[in-house]
C-alpha cells in the first residue's frame, strides 16, 4: 500500500512539473509576443518587424533578460535606423551576448554601437549582419579571457595559500592503508 501512495505521489509531481513548465513556455510566448508589439510601437515597426524579431526577444527572455532592458535596446537600434532584416539580425546577435551573462541593455549598446560604425561604412543587409556579428564574437573572447584570467589569479592565489605544491594533507592516514573498512 505504502508503494502504490509512493507512486502515486510522483505521478502526480511529474504531472504538475509538466503543466508547470507548458504554462511557463505560455507565458514566456506571450510575453515576448506583447513586448515585440510594445517595441513596434514605440518605435514604428511594421507587423513583419514585429514578427521577425519575436524570436531573439523571447529568447532573451528565456534567458533572464530585463523585459525593460530588451525593449529599450531592441526600439534603440529601430529608431537609429536599423530595420527589417537589419533589425532581425541586431536582436539574434544581442541574444547571443545576453546567452554569454551580459546584460540586454550591454548587448544592445554593444550592437548598436557596431551597427552604426557599420553603417557608417555604408555596410547594408548581410554585410551590416555580419560586422554586428564579428563584434558579438569579439565581445565574447574578451568576457572569455576574462573569467579566464580570473580563475588562473584564484588558482595562484590557492596555490599560495597551501604551499608550492599544492597540498593540503593527505586523506589516507597512517602507512596508505586508508584507515576504515574496505576491500582487503
Do not use: C
Request: a positive charge.
Amino acid at each position: 500500500m505504502m508503494k502504490k501512495s509512493v507512486v502515486a505521489i510522483m505521478v502526480l509531481f511529474g504531472i504538475s512539473l509538466s503543466f508547470s513548465a507548458a504554462l511557463y513556455a505560455q507565458d514566456v510566448d506571450k510575453t515576448a509576443k506583447d513586448l515585440s508589439s510594445e517595441i513596434g510601437k514605440v518605435a514604428g515597426l511594421t507587423e513583419n518587424e514585429q514578427k521577425s524579431i519575436n524570436n531573439p526577444v523571447k529568447k532573451m527572455l528565456k534567458g533572464g533578460a530585463d523585459k525593460d532592458q530588451i525593449k529599450n535596446a531592441v526600439a534603440g537600434l529601430a529608431k537609429d535606423d536599423i530595420r527589417g532584416e537589419d533589425l532581425k539580425s541586431s536582436a539574434e546577435s544581442m541574444y547571443e551576448l545576453v546567452k554569454s551573462g551580459n546584460s540586454a541593455r550591454d548587448a544592445g549598446n554593444i550592437v548598436s554601437k557596431a551597427a552604426h560604425e557599420a553603417k557608417t561604412e555604408g555596410l547594408k543587409g548581410r554585410d551590416l549582419a555580419n560586422k554586428v556579428h564579428e563584434a558579438v564574437k569579439k565581445m565574447q573572447a574578451e568576457k572569455k579571457q576574462q573569467q579566464e584570467n580570473k580563475w588562473k589569479e584564484k588558482h595562484a592565489a590557492g596555490i599560495e595559500k597551501h604551499g608550492e605544491s599544492g597540498e593540503q594533507g593527505s586523506s589516507m592516514g597512517h602507512g596508505g592503508q586508508g584507515g576504515g573498512r574496505g576491500r582487503r
